[in-house]
Each structure stands twice: as structure tokens, then as C-alpha cells.
């Protein structure tokens, strides 16, 4: 990421569904909802053994500079990368 930007989780809302385990092997797919010049969504849900899910999550984040903590478009490159994704 270019210099001077930090991404920051804005917000998110999680539901948990059923409970893991220690040691037990846990899949996270993620999927890329929205992206826009400054903050982007994503899911994610947490799946046992590929087919019982446990969590899920919608995800906001965003982009800030790092000198003064505003908000900041996200780097051409990575927004091209994403947007090719939807």
C-alpha cells in the first residue's frame, strides 16, 4: 500500500451460529460486496468442515491518512484490483 494510508475497520456486525472448538480445522471464505473510492464491504462467513457454518460477518472498512487520520482515497492500483473482483 502506498505511504501514508492505513486501512481501518469502520464497522462490523457479526453473528455467531454454533461454536469451534481448539484444534478444530475451520474454512473463512471472503467476498468482496462493494468498493468505493474510500471505504470497501466484504462477508466473510467461518465454515466447519466446508459445510456446517459457524459465523458470519459484514465487514465496512476504510482508508486514512496516516498523518492526520482523515479519510483518504484508496491507492489507483489497489482500487483497480478490487473493483476487478465484483
Known amino acids: 500500500m502506498d505511504k501514508g494510508a492505513i486501512f481501518i475497520v469502520r464497522k462490523i456486525s457479526i453473528e455467531f451460529l454454533k ?3 481448539l484444534d478444530d ?3 473463512i471464505k471472503t467476498k468482496l460486496l462493494k468498493c468505493g473510492k474510500v ?3 466484504f462477508s466473510q462467513e467461518v465454515y466447519l468442515k ?3 457454518i459457524l459465523c458470519q460477518a459484514l ?3 476504510g482508508c486514512l491518512g ?3 487520520f482523515k479519510p483518504v482515497g484508496l491507492p489507483s492500483y489497489l482500487h483497480k484490483g478490487m473493483k476487478s473482483l465484483l
Open 19 to 21: 461454536p469451534a472448538k
Open 25 to 27: 480445522q475451520i474454512i
Open 39 to 41: 471505504t470497501f464491504d
Open 50 to 52: 466446508k459445510e456446517e
Open 59 to 61: 465487514v465496512r472498512c
Open 66 to 68: 496516516t498523518k492526520d
